[in-house]
């Protein structure tokens, strides 16, 4: 069974600062997807970004990017220059990979981020 | 494209009732599915459907859930003889299947047994 694991609860970041939020994961697949999800406050949740794992190179999306260590089963997030709409929720995600396609997501329990003026 | 839609955003029912949901997924999606997130945790699967066909359940989906998809358009989620237990906020997301396939999550359902 697949697990995933995001050990801070909450953290804070001051306005334009950069933050690093962990995410490990615990899998025998060897193809699978992997994801960055953000919840704000009383709002729906979308996607970040993603990773596939049969690629070496680090997703990026603007401000967010990604530390993908396959063998350390390790996928962080950072946010750079932080901004108080990044105030939310954050769940990393995984999904197996079943011949492109995605299945159903598997959850962390989140970290919550705060950004301070 | 309006987006995932979800009605009622909230539900109070006492224990033993039924509660049904509704989940309209973005019109060109195919794929169509069910999460429930408690508070102070991730989202967790109950179902999926591929068109009206569902495709998996998980175990936490009871015999007192069923969920339908006729016509492979919207979809329902039916509860019956609620417990508190059963009290949480329940996601619906759609998506296109394929190699880009991404989920686009509703902004819930929230359930309180009372």
């Known amino acids: 069974a697949q697990t995933v694991t995001q050990s801070q609860p909450e953290m804070s970041v001051q306005e334009a600062e950069t933050v690093t939020l962990s995410c490990t994961y615990d899998t025998s697949e060897n193809n699978y997807y992997l994801f960055w999800y953000k919840q704000p406050p009383s709002r729906q949740m979308i996607l970040v970004i993603r990773?596939?794992?049969?690629?070496?190179q680090n997703a990026t999306e603007n401000r967010f990017s990604v530390n993908f260590q396959k063998a350390a089963k390790s996928f962080s997030l950072k946010i750079s220059d932080s901004q108080l709409g990044d105030t939310a929720m954050y769940f990393c995600?995984?999904?197996?990979?079943?011949?492109?396609?995605?299945?159903?997501?598997?959850f962390g329990k989140g970290t919550k981020l705060s950004v301070k003026p | 494209d309006t987006g995932v839609s979800q009605n009622p955003r909230h539900k109070i029912t006492k224990r033993g009732q039924n509660v049904t949901f509704r989940c309209d997924p973005i019109s060109e999606h195919n794929r169509l599915y069910w999460y429930r997130q408690t508070l102070g945790q991730g989202p967790e699967f109950l179902t999926y459907?591929?068109?009206?066909?569902?495709?998996?359940k998980s175990r936490l989906l009871s015999d007192r859930f069923s969920a339908e998809r006729p016509k492979g358009s919207f979809s329902t989620l039916e509860i019956q003889r609620t417990e508190q237990g059963d009290s949480a906020m329940y996601l619906c997301?759609?998506?296109?299947?394929?190699?880009?396939?991404?989920?686009?999550f509703g902004p819930g359902t929230r359930l309180l047994v009372l």
């Open positions: 997301a759609s998506s296109l299947a394929g190699v880009k396939e991404t989920q686009y």
């Open positions: 990773q596939e794992a049969y690629k070496q």
């Open positions: 995600a995984f999904s197996r990979n079943y011949g492109g396609s995605q299945g159903n997501l598997i």
């Open positions: 459907f591929q068109n009206e066909a569902q495709l998996e």
